[in-house]
């Protein structure tokens, strides 16, 4: 029998699993054949569909017991990050989502209130479930309440400094608070940071050694050795369940537990897309020319020449085309400052006033965490430190909590901050290069996104003057195309010039700034479109219209909506904003 197959527990079919009072009657033996059972139904799925692979593999025996011993949904549940929570949805009524395939797309990989009464909230950033949890246990305090509050927190999520103020609000509350830290030695990648030495050794001591943050802060504290033991998770449930004051359950897990490839390989299965669960090869390998693996390898290039460029990233280096093998590469040069965006920009600026030249390369939905530090640290103090965001964009990805396209106008928010939108790999190299080496003023490159796509024109090496770029001169009409969404420009005024007409095509580059030199160039024109592959709020659309609107043009701006579509198809969502080559000739 493999580990694919593994012995169900008698009595209990997974088909029939409707809620946690199906498993409160089972012995310790069931319960642990139930999570083999359950481990087995997560690998098919996920090598099927992909997903967060090790983090649901390693947290199976730590769910089914939290679900044995407490009372779900009158006991309260918050999951940090949530994208551990598989085995949670399966035991709460949506089991169908993981045993039959013509159903898989009909659960979320996250938390979500819409799905049922057991998930508090739509969560999928990391550190919050501390802080969300001493909400609700300071609401129960207040409303006389006797129920038990638990925070699930793993992951590299500790890092996170929401973590270690919700730790410390909830040491002073007084009351039930229980802490679950599934401590599977991992981040994304690896874990940076005191606090993960402190783990260490509570690990090498068995939860005995004189050092304990936990207690420390003044919580109690119980260790579970092996995490992935249900009679030793269901026994320390058991001994804080009602407990009085707020206490942590420790436990020591596998990340990937069950799953060999995932047990070996931690980083790449943090999350896969579908996989051969017997070998851990793709099903659809890519040939790595993405923007993302491309950015890493120019990078450790350009590093080689300039001693002085650092790149910094947060909990996340394969995502920003960092795999172990360039971090080994540059050594110290790589700073993960875990999952602390906040920090990662202050010390950005920090390494800048000490004249190194950072680069802090992220995820388009995290940097928004640290966006008092870009306008405080960076903005004020005028620091040419650079940020690439990656996945800033429609094609980006598409869970409500990973949205991508409000990172642009965020940024141009900020005073004294250029940003850039580069519309292909070579432009993008060339902002980059030209934000790490001009000594003026801090600069943000939305990275492209989408399938690569390669400079039609020369491509400029200056971008410390506002100006746009004339890609096709016309007159009367006028499509100013932003960054990824070039393309469509380009196959819109072909359309338009089919029909005769004799369109501007304007590629703006910088999209932080107006150009006046543009303005008054189009103030003669009939009609202006404008394509932006962000946030229509607060967007470059907006300013070119409130600059233009005086002239009495007919001004479109596309872009997308202030909303928070989930899991939705990129085509569909820009066929929905009129942002296709048709739609754009047809508003002319």
């Not at 609401?139 to 129920?147: F, H, M, Q, V, Y």
């Amino acid at each position: 029998m493999s580990f694919l197959e593994p012995k169900m527990p008698d009595g209990i079919n997974l088909s029939e699993l409707r809620s946690p009072a199906d498993i409160k009657s089972m012995d310790i033996d069931q319960l642990q054949a139930l999570a083999a059972q359950i481990r087995a139904v997560l690998v098919r799925r996920l090598a099927a569909t992909g997903g967060h692979v090790g983090p649901n593999l390693g947290i199976v025996e730590a769910t089914v017991a939290l679900h044995y011993v407490f009372d779900f949904p009158k006991d309260k549940l918050i999951f940090d990050v949530s994208h551990q929570c598989y085995t949670h949805k399966m035991l709460t009524g949506r089991i169908r989502a993981y045993l039959d395939p013509a159903h898989y797309g009909d659960v979320s990989g996250y938390t979500s209130p819409s799905e049922s009464e057991y998930d508090l909230f739509a969560v999928g950033h990391t550190s919050t479930s501390v802080a969300l949890a001493a909400g609700m246990a300071k609401a129960r305090d207040l409303k006389g309440g006797s129920e038990n509050v638990v925070a699930v927190i793993g992951d590299g999520s500790l890092s996170g400094g929401e973590a270690f103020e919700g730790l410390d609000a909830a040491a002073d509350l007084g009351s039930n608070f229980i802490v679950v830290v599934n401590d599977n030695q991992m981040s994304i990648a690896e874990n940076h940071g005191g606090i993960y030495r402190n783990l260490d050794e509570l690990r090498r001591t068995n939860g005995t050694a004189e050092c304990n943050l936990f207690r420390a802060i003044g919580m109690d504290y119980i260790y579970v050795g092996y995490g992935n033991d249900m009679r030793s998770l269901v026994e320390a449930f058991r001994a804080v369940k009602g407990s009085k004051k707020p206490v942590v359950v420790h436990l020591n897990t596998m990340k990937g537990e069950g799953l060999p490839v995932a047990e070996r390989d931690k980083e790449s299965f943090h999350y896969s897309a579908p996989f051969d669960p017997r070998n851990g090869e793709l099903l659809h390998p890519g040939d790595g020319d993405n923007y993302i693996n491309l950015f890493g390898r120019w990078m450790c290039d350009l590093m080689g020449d300039n001693r002085d460029i650092v790149v910094l990233t947060a909990g996340t280096p394969g995502a920003i085309g960092f795999p172990p093998s360039r971090r080994q590469m540059l050594g110290d040069r790589f700073v993960d400052v875990g999952i602390a965006e906040q920090c990662g920009v202050a010390m950005s600026a920090g390494l800048t006033k000490a004249g190194m030249r950072p680069v802090f390369a992220l995820q388009a939905s995290f940097v928004q965490r640290a966006y008092d530090q870009l306008e405080q640290e960076v903005a004020i103090n005028n620091l040419p430190a650079t940020f690439v965001i990656f996945n800033a964009s429609v094609w980006g990805i598409p869970d409500e909590t990973h949205l991508g396209f409000f990172a642009t106008p965020m940024f141009c928010t900020i005073p004294r901050f250029r940003v850039l939108a580069p519309a292909s790999l070579e432009e993008f190299f060339a902002m980059t290069r030209w934000a790490i080496e001009h000594p003026e003023h801090p600069t943000t490159v939305i990275a492209p996104c989408g399938p690569v796509a390669h400079a039609q024109e020369e491509v400029e090496t200056d971008y410390a003057e506002v100006g746009y770029r004339v890609v096709e001169q016309g007159d009367t009409v006028a499509v100013i195309a932003a960054g990824d969404f070039l393309g469509i420009g380009r196959q819109a005024t072909a359309l338009m010039r089919a029909k005769g007409l004799n369109p501007t095509l304007i590629s703006p580059r910088i999209v932080s700034d107006v150009d006046p030199a543009a303005m008054e160039a189009l103030k003669g024109y009939k009609t202006v479109i404008t394509l932006e592959d962000n946030s229509i709020a607060g967007g470059m659309g907006e300013k070119i219209a409130a600059s233009l609107g005086r002239y009495g043009l007919t001004i479109h701006t596309l872009g997308l909506p202030k909303a928070i579509p989930n899991r939705f198809n990129a085509a569909a969502l820009l066929d929905q904003q009129g942002i296709t080559p048709q739609a754009i000739a047809d508003l002319v």
